[in-house]
């Protein structure tokens, strides 16, 4: 009888000893056949002596046999033992490469523990102190060029591969033994290793750490690990409701606008590069003015390429408006939402104030809580600014919005207010896309100007 080893240094086929170890053939046969040793990696190897495996913790201490295995499964593991008594036949001998033996547990005082589901390979010839101490039970007929490569693996001080080597999938060519009560085969294989938790880092099987990847082949694969790794830090601040959300490849999104621009304008400029859908100009909930960007919804992603690629950048309103692919809020069954926008100053601190008349000045840092979304390079800020007029009676300034550019400085366009003010703002600004909370934190200075 014949089992076939699919390792991820080539294939390994032993023919088993069934007549003359029969319950240590059984044993191993129905191990394999519920794919027991699937992904189970050879966790000792030492050059020119043996190959061991069978460990699903991969530590050595690991292991049981069929039975307890299967008993375990059905809750009733108490009743069986762990091991079952090695069958050590004297005309078994570890005299040639490739022979198969279970290894043999060691009780605490140093004893014979038995056999359980660990075994290993020889890789060379002529181990005889191995005689009488572990059961052979099979010999490898094929594949002795994969015990040579598993003979020349780097291992560490413990003994393990570097590289890990993994017995991939076991195929039983031939099972003469009648299944044990208990024994289910799965449906599915396996697909994570069983010891993945533990604290080995190492090279994977499939991983070759010395290839290197063309220039441009690497730049990419670094644009991707780096969009990734934002993605999952928009995911933990809340920006994304999950990192492999996508938006619709249809939609543009367009902000930089004019105040006067309305919904129709937009739609009669755009519907040159084809099919319009919806057309939508975002405005405050509450005073219904623009907030001077929108959505663009086309029937095709080709024409909303093709409008992206140009009128970045053009003169609409006497205002050059920036367009980009649409960044919106996604809903459990994947449809996409566009947020209201709603900003609140909820905290200033280290606030330094000095009037005189025709001057006010006032310094600190302010926290503005977006709930809805910002858009990089665009800011509308309403704000109420208290200050004193020449004549000494005290004023309101009026709400002003202003226009952030891309590199991070707010300038405010000028402002009336009561005693001819000019607002001006500057400071640096965190603004974000999707759902999240921004940050402002800068200088505010009024300068009233009578």
């Not at 080709?302 to 690629?309: I, K, V």
Request: aromatic residues 6%; charged residues 25%.
């Amino acid at each position: 009888m014949s089992v076939l080893l699919e390792t991820s240094l080539g294939d390994i086929v032993i023919d088993l000893e069934i007549e003359a170890c029969p319950i240590t053939c059984a044993n191993f046969l129905k191990l394999c056949k519920v794919y027991y040793y699937n992904l189970n990696a050879f966790f000792n190897v030492s050059k020119d002596f043996l190959a061991q495996t069978g460990d699903p913790t991969a530590t050595g201490t690991g292991g049981e046999c069929a039975a307890s295995y299967f008993a375990s499964k059905n809750g009733s593991k108490s009743t069986v033992a762990r091991y079952f008594a090695p069958e050590l036949v004297p005309r078994l001998k570890h005299t040639m490469k490739g022979t198969v033996s279970m290894a043999v547990a060691r009780t605490a005082g140093g004893g014979s523990g038995g056999c359980g589901s660990q075994f290993f390979i020889t890789l060379a010839d002529s181990i005889d102190y191995l005689d009488g101490q572990h059961a052979v039970f099979g010999h490898v007929v094929e594949g002795l060029e994969t015990l040579d490569a598993l003979n020349d693996v780097f291992t560490d001080e413990s003994g393990r591969p570097l590289k890990d080597v993994r017995i991939r999938h076991v195929e039983v060519l031939e099972d003469p033994f009648p299944d044990p009560e208990g024994l289910v085969v799965p449906e599915d294989l396996p697909t994570r290793p069983p010891d993945a938790e533990g604290d080995f880092a190492r090279i994977l099987e499939d991983e070759d750490p010395l290839a290197e990847l063309p220039e441009e082949e690497a730049e990419e694969e670094r644009r991707r690990k780096a969009a990734v790794a934002s993605a999952l830090t928009l995911e933990m601040v809340g920006d994304l409701p999950f990192a492999n959300v996508r938006p619709p490849e249809n939609v543009l999104f367009v902000c930089k606008l004019n105040s006067v621009t309305r919904d129709e304008d937009l739609e009669l400029i755009f519907s040159r590069f084809g099919k319009i859908m919806s057309c939508q100009v975002i405005r405050d909930k509450k005073t219904g003015d623009s907030l001077q960007y929108a959505f663009i919804e086309f029937d095709r992603k080709e024409d909303a390429e093709q409008a992206y690629f140009k009128m970045q950048n053009v003169l609409v309103d006497d205002r050059r408006i920036w367009v980009d692919f649409q960044l919106l809020n996604s809903t459990e069954d994947g449809q996409t939402t566009q947020p209201e926008v709603e900003r609140e100053v909820v905290g200033v601190s280290e606030v330094d104030r000095t009037s005189k008349p025709g001057r006010a000045t006032e310094t600190g840092e302010a926290e503005v809580v977006v709930d809805g979304m910002t858009v990089m390079g665009w800011c509308s800020t309403p704000m109420t600014t208290p200050h004193l007029d020449e004549s000494g009676e005290r004023g309101v300034g009026q709400h002003r919005q202003g226009i952030e550019t891309t590199d991070g400085i707010n300038v405010t366009d000028e402002a009336r207010t009561a005693g001819d003010t000019t607002v001006t703002t500057t400071g640096e600004a965190c603004a974000v896309r999707g759902a999240a909370t921004a940050r402002q934190i800068g200088v505010i200075r009024v300068d009233n100007d009578s």
